[in-house]
């Protein structure tokens, strides 16, 4: 997956460069003990080169290629991924964003498919400015109208890969995100508009997860599921928190939550009952507005 300029997106070729050491490390029949050994490192640094949870050095490809036999060409080929890996994404210029942040939007500019829960806010790839604005200046309080500024920004060009249909979202949004006002009509208004319109979208759903629907594992938290074309990255899911954030690319793991996804589908409104829903949430709020 590129990144503008035809270069590929250094997120998932890191990924896909851990997913294949790990590889030749089983191929080897080898520890991370003893390859730890024979690089004289940390065994939590080669932990970490497998599953892309850090740089990895050109130098490190290297001497593991050499201990696990690699010939020539595939080396050559994984110095280079490991050259690619630390290319700069478009999403780094912006230094709001804290590391864990970064690497969620450098992952989620190269997903293929989007499985969103949401029961505290709108998703931000689907926000309004006014409603990211809103949202922001409560949660970052700290934050100066500059830092909201770039945040806001980010958050728009990530929403265009969906305008592009470049990307497959599935997002189930719980009731009372659409409830919540924060004491502003208009921009809920707004913001409701724009989930009519993007739910049109051949590659956008939408479902809302009514008040009285059953009990679910997904409404106990908000989380993302991302999928990728390249099959040799694994799925992950992310969960943002308030002062930290996970993500989870353990297969048993993360198909609980793919399976908690799909649970939470069966239980929200239909794509068409949802997109209904909206329209009379957007007379109720266009009312709202008009006493206002």
């Known amino acids: 997956m590129a990144i503008g300029g035809g270069a590929p997106n250094p997120a998932i070729v890191r990924l896909d460069l851990a997913a294949r050491l790990r590889e030749l490390r089983l191929a080897s029949d080898l520890s991370i003990e003893s390859v730890a050994a024979e690089l004289m490192c940390s065994q939590a640094k080669i932990s970490r080169m497998e599953t892309g949870g850090r740089g990895i050095q050109a130098r490190d490809v290297r001497d593991l ?12 080929q994984l110095i280079r991924m490991a050259t690619e890996a630390k290319r700069r994404g478009w999403w780094q210029d912006y230094g709001s964003l804290d590391e864990q942040t970064q690497t969620y939007v450098g992952l989620e500019s190269a997903a293929s498919s989007l499985s969103i829960v949401e029961t505290r806010a ?8 006014a409603y990211a604005h809103l949202i922001l ?23 265009e890969r969906v305008a592009r249909g470049e990307v497959l979202l599935r997002a189930i949004l719980d009731q009372a995100t659409l409830e919540r006002t924060f004491g502003r009509f208009d921009v809920l208004l707004e913001q409701v508009e724009l989930l009519i319109a993007r739910s049109t979208l051949p590659n956008v759903t939408i ?5 009285d629907a059953l009990p679910s594992p997904a409404v106990e938290s908000s989380f993302t599921y991302l999928t990728f074309a390249n099959h040799n990255v694994p799925d992950v899911v992310f969960i943002e928190g308030r002062s930290e954030n996970a993500f ?11 399976a908690d996804f799909e649970a939470a589908s069966q239980i929200a409104a239909t794509t068409s009952d949802s997109r209904e829903w909206l329209i009379r949430r957007r007379v109720a709020l266009s009312k709202a507005v008009e006493r206002s």
Not at 122 to 129: A, H, K, N, Y
Not at 248 to 258: F, T
């Open 65 to 76: 290629c050499r201990f696990y036999g690699v010939d020539s060409d595939l080396r050559d």
């Open 122 to 129: 709108i998703p931000g790839m689907l926000q309004t400015r």
């Open 137 to 159: 200046s409560g949660v970052r309080g700290q934050s100066t109208n500059a830092e909201i500024e770039e945040i806001v920004a980010t958050r728009e060009r990530r929403a």
């Open 207 to 211: 479902q809302i997860l009514p008040f």
């Open 248 to 258: 989870i690319d353990k297969e048993r793991i993360s198909q609980d939550y793919r």
